[in-house]
């Protein structure tokens, strides 16, 4: 009995000595160290920075703000060109809503085509560098893609303060200001993967200011956006008034009737007085065009109306006028 008690005790230090042992292995510790950090690296996805952009803003408020400010920016470019200011009008966040499809489809749908074609360059990119004997094309073209990079965001910041000295077409600058550092992160990830080549690349860290700057270049790229919709939206606005300008026949006829004189006196407008005595109306005022009704105002022009010499006529909608329309050609 005494025997089988000591032979349990030299086995007992004897695993104790070999566990220590084993714990104290260099190679061991650096491998499970090296585990650890592979297991607290985070790869860089696009969802990753969605789901951070997301904690700061409500996407559903994002998209109704974003309609709004275009719908606002197209109504208020055509109403200056007629020399309106967009506060006069009165209109609702409704009807800032509802006028913000024409400015933002085209944009969306142009967006999501380059998303699309995106897509497909990242797909052959990655089936690149996976594969061994492309990898080497995959660095090159990645390569090149961070040199392009860095052009397209120096002449974007440039475009910011000053024209740029070889384009005069009005969305080259918020492209490349979005486009460059875009090109630049993307191309500084896939040379990183490129070159993970003895590890699986799910395992590479990725240190914070990394994905700080892919956050910073994906924030560059959504102001790019942002400012693209918004002068293609002021565009449209303008080319809308011009066209309207160009048709003003197409608009309603308005002849006024009212109590007392307006003192009209725009080219083109007829003012006639009214005799007959049983009129509650003394004054005829025709030659007009409705523009647009809102805010319990009518704003008219006359049938001469131009951008240099024209004048856009307000009316409130009160008892003491009365207006008939007739339809425009």
Avoid at 51 to 77: H, M
Avoid at 273 to 285: E, G, H, L, N
Wanted: proline share 4%; net charge positive.
């Amino acid at each position: 009995m005494i025997g089988w008690l000591k032979r349990a005790k030299v086995s007992e230090e004897r695993l104790r000595s070999e566990s220590s042992q084993v714990t104290a292995d260099p190679q061991l510790v650096d491998a499970r160290a090296g585990n650890a950090v592979t297991e607290h690296a985070e790869p860089v996805a696009i969802r990753n920075l969605l789901e951070n952009l997301s904690l700061f803003i409500a996407p559903p408020t994002l998209v109704v703000a974003l309609a709004f400010w275009f719908g606002w920016t197209l109504t208020n470019t055509r109403s200056e060109y007629f020399g309106i200011d967009s506060s006069t009008l009165g209109f609702s966040t409704s009807d800032y809503l509802l006028r913000s499809a024409d400015a933002i489809f085209v944009p969306i749908a142009v967006a999501l085509l380059l998303i699309l074609l995106a897509t497909i360059i990242h797909g052959l990119m990655r089936h690149a560098y996976i594969k061994g004997r492309y990898r080497k094309a995959a660095r090159c073209g990645a390569t090149i893609g961070f040199a392009l990079g860095v052009t397209l965001a120096f002449f974007g910041a440039w475009a910011m303060f000053k024209p740029l000295p070889i384009t005069n077409n009005y969305l080259v600058p918020p492209v490349i200001l979005g486009l460059g550092p875009s090109l630049m992160a993307y191309t500084a990830w896939t040379l990183r993967h490129a070159g993970a080549s003895n590890r699986k690349i799910t395992e590479r860290a990725v240190p914070s200011w990394e994905r700080s700057a892919y956050v910073i270049a994906a924030m560059l790229a959504l102001l790019g956006i942002f400012w693209a919709f918004s002068l293609y939206a002021a565009a449209l606005g303008l080319g809308r008034a011009e066209t309207l300008a160009a048709n003003l026949s197409s608009r309603p006829e308005v002849t006024v009737f009212s109590v007392k004189s307006l003192d009209i006196s725009a080219v083109g407008v007829t003012v006639s007085k009214i005799t007959m005595a049983d009129s509650a109306y003394k004054f005829r005022y025709s030659g007009l065009r409705l523009l647009v009704y809102s805010g319990n105002k009518y704003f008219l022009v006359n049938d001469k109306w131009s951008h240099e010499h024209g004048i856009t006529i307000v009316l409130h909608d009160t008892s003491d006028i009365r207006l008939e329309f007739t339809p425009g050609g």
